[in-house]
């Protein structure tokens, strides 16, 4: 299906142990993003991406770790999960050529860290 | 940086009310602004943006913002809310290293 598509939606994990989100787009965005959503902040930029190859942090990078080996895809991982990561993360995607800086968002992933 | 800031967490309105959501922006440039909406457990729609090719902006749903530079605000607002607007709505800006949202408005519509 063409779009940007998550996974997987849901995920309940134990403090200490490693988790990764994926993330696929068709579009052939050179950029990508992630987001995590907490009650009160709105969305805050973790990590972004503008190739494959070339990642920078956001806002709140601490504790995340990502890459970009081809263009569709840009998985998170949380190395050692905190249950102050326990939170809702949307990846986004956009297109170098679009002047306007439109992002396009997945469906989102709500992780929950015991 | 840019930023954007909303003011009031949350909004309660009457069905057929007006409904006004605020966002005002802190920017050194020309921003790029956008409105979302997330309906529970769902997420972001895309209500409207501006591109400054024009102040007032019609979005989806009824929805329209205008551009006001003098104010550096960019306001949400539809003339009759319906029970189906509840949700929670954002006001972003944008740029090439990614968007900044403000925390947030719910939208309550009572009966």
């Known amino acids: 299906d063409a779009g940007i598509t998550q996974s997987p939606r849901y995920k309940i994990t134990e403090t200490g142990r490693q988790v990764t989100l994926m993330c696929h787009q068709t579009w052939s965005h050179s950029y990508m993003f992630w987001y995590r959503q907490d009650l009160g902040h709105g969305l805050r930029l973790i990590y972004y991406s503008a190739a494959a190859d070339i990642t920078d942090k956001g806002e709140v990078p601490d504790g995340y770790v990502v890459s970009r080996s081809k263009t569709e895809n840009f998985p998170l991982t949380l190395e050692s999960a905190t249950r102050s990561q326990t939170s809702v993360y949307f990846c986004?995607?956009?297109?170098?050529?679009?002047?306007?800086?439109?992002?396009?968002f997945g469906p989102g992933t709500r992780l929950t860290v015991t | 940086a840019q930023s954007v800031t909303q003011l009031g967490s949350h909004v309660s309105v009457s069905e057929g009310a007006l409904v006004l959501l605020r966002c005002n922006y802190s920017s050194s440039v020309p921003p790029y602004l956008f409105w979302y909406v997330q309906y529970p457990n769902q997420g972001l729609q895309l209500l409207l943006k501006?591109?400054?090719?024009?102040?007032l902006v019609k979005g989806i749903n009824g929805f329209e913002a205008e551009f006001k530079k003098s104010e550096t605000s960019f306001h949400l607002t539809k003339p009759s809310a319906h029970m189906s607007d509840a949700a929670e709505y954002f006001c972003?800006?944008?740029?090439?290293?990614?968007?900044?949202f403000g925390a947030g408005t719910r939208l309550t519509v009572k009966p």
């Open positions: 986004a995607s956009s297109d170098l050529a679009d002047s306007n800086y439109e992002q396009y």
């Open positions: 501006y591109t400054s090719a024009a102040t």
């Open positions: 972003a800006v944008t740029q090439r290293n990614g968007m900044r």
